[in-house]
């Protein structure tokens, strides 16, 4: 049994001034042929899943690429095409199954439904292989997707550290099905939701109850059950919450389930929005959970990278150094200039740098401002780690080279780095030598994925309003393509 078994995967955010090229793919992890298997073998990952179940049934792994990108702008057409056209080309060659590790939220140059996309051309070129697919739980699902694959499942989890089981779980689906144990059949239900990222926490409610429901139904028979909040600064039509059901030989019992999920979605809408606190009440907020002890969690969520966020917006920084907040270390700042400037002086020299800033975000109508910070270089180093924590684990992070800077008296110390990177791993600090269960406050530039690193050491958690391309409120953002009417930027009756 020969089986392809690929990762292409990005969440694009539309608004995003980063434009995703394969540079950017490489900057994150682009592997090919054998180095997939070298790279991904062990990791928590869908792909490492896929890997390690094909290699326990003895089949033939075709691994063509294996390329994920931080979130950020839309990805070129030179990368989809090269990407796309790798699996494509393998799945040609002739395989008996095709295993993918997908976002479900990609959009190209020249393609809104990256994912859909793909599925219809492998589909083309290998009518008769059957297809299984992971996505994530910021999928925006569409019907050419569902239409061009025998099984497709999302994460359950926000943090996602549920990615290999679920990959597991998906595989599983298709290899009973090739040995003619099982019928997977699918039904998807769209739901006219655009849901906050800040409310889709599966430790929270509304999506802890959902979750729990579609647990339930596989509990219960259903071969997989999946409430996708999807991604929603994603200017497309198909942007939006929706379920995935599979049921075993009975269309029925999977439509009724994806609707009952897609109902109890409906009827939680107003929970899976974002209320906006302002930042001077947060901060008051803040110095009273920091005066108990720490670490106290503040959350820069308006530009978290894990997004598609610039990273360099430096507004609640300065609040928080303005507010006087000590003992605070930031994870993280991209400024790879300011890196240089860094490296250039030396551990333990002083420097006035322009920190951050670099980035326009035209589509939010706003210019990068830099911060001018005088402060010492505490540590420089290649950014380099392996995560150890429930998300991504055994995944080998490259920050980029990387610098601590100390600013006020050592009140504040910031982690600035040369690639983007969402602080979801307590690396991004041990890395560079600040203990973090050590300090009262860490400001994280990261809206609920920090949960896999740090959820365990937080004292408290508290989300500080700022800007940027991922704003938490989606009436700053100026859709054009997406369906209307939907919640909350239109009135909707009924879904
Ligand atoms: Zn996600």
């Known amino acids: 049994m020969k089986v392809v078994v690929a990762m292409m995967k990005h969440e694009t955010n539309t608004f995003s001034p980063l434009a995703t090229d394969l540079a950017r793919f490489e900057a994150w992890g682009l592997h090919r042929g054998p180095a997939v298997i070298d790279a991904y073998a062990t990791t928590a990952m869908p792909i490492g899943a896929y890997i390690r179940l094909c290699q326990a049934r003895g089949a033939e792994i075709v691994s063509p690429v294996a ?130 990222t800040l409310a889709m926490g599966t430790d929270d409610e509304p999506m802890k109850g959902l979750i729990a429901r579609a647990r339930a139904m596989e509990a219960e028979g259903l071969l997989a059950a999946t409430v996708f909040g ?109 890196v240089k400037e860094m490296a250039a002086a030396g551990v333990d020299a002083t420097v006035t740098l322009a920190l951050g800033g670099r980035t326009p975000m035209p589509s939010v109508g706003l210019g990068g401002e830099p911060l001018i910070l005088t402060g010492k270089v505490k540590a420089l180093t290649d950014g380099r780690f392996v995560v150890r924590g429930p998300m991504y684990t055994g995944v080998t992070v490259d920050m980029g080279p990387t610098a601590v800077f100390s600013v006020g008296d050592g009140r504040v110390e910031i982690v600035v780095t040369s690639h983007h990177h969402e602080p ?42 700022g800007y940027g391309v991922t704003t938490s409120d989606n009436t700053q953002l100026s859709y054009m393509d997406l369906r209307r009417p939907i919640f909350p930027l239109d009135r909707v009756n009924t879904p």
């Open 230 to 338: 999807g991604f929603p600064m994603a200017d497309v039509p198909h942007a939006g919450l929706s379920t995935v059901t599979i049921a075993n030989r009975n269309p029925a019992e999977a439509a009724a389930a994806s609707e009952e999920l897609a109902a109890m979605a409906w009827a939680r809408r107003d929970d899976f929005l974002y209320r906006h606190v302002p930042i001077a009440d947060a901060l008051d907020h803040a110095l009273a959970a920091g005066a108990q002890g720490g670490p106290v969690i503040l959350l820069d969520h308006a530009d978290n990278c894990g997004s598609g966020g610039t990273q360099d917006v430096m507004g609640v920084i300065g609040a928080v150094i303005d507010r006087g907040l000590t003992d605070v270390a930031v994870g993280a700042v991209w400024d790879p200039v300011a």
């Open 67 to 196: 390329a994920e990108a931080m979130p950020g702008g839309i990805v070129t057409r030179e990368a989809y095409e090269t990407l796309a056209g790798l699996i494509v080309d393998a799945v040609a060659a002739g395989c008996d199954a095709v295993l993918l590790d997908l976002h479900g939220a990609m959009v190209a140059e020249h393609e809104a439904d990256g994912e859909g996309e793909l599925l219809r051309r492998l589909r083309e070129v290998a009518p008769d292989v059957p297809i299984a697919a992971t996505c994530d739980l910021h999928c925006n699902l569409t019907q050419i997707m569902i239409e061009n694959c025998d099984a497709l499942i999302g994460y359950k989890t926000y943090p996602h550290v549920d990615m290999a089981q679920v990959g597991d779980q998906v595989a599983r689906i298709l290899f009973d099905k090739i040995d003619g144990k099982t019928w997977p059949v699918m039904n998807w239900t769209s739901v006219p939701l655009l849901a906050q």
């Open 424 to 465: 979801w791993d307590l690396g991004v600090f041990t890395s560079v030598g600040i203990v973090p269960e050590a300090k009262r406050f860490l400001l994280l530039k990261s809206r609920i994925h920090y949960r896999a690193g740090f959820a365990g050491l937080a004292r408290a958690t508290i989300t500080l309003d």
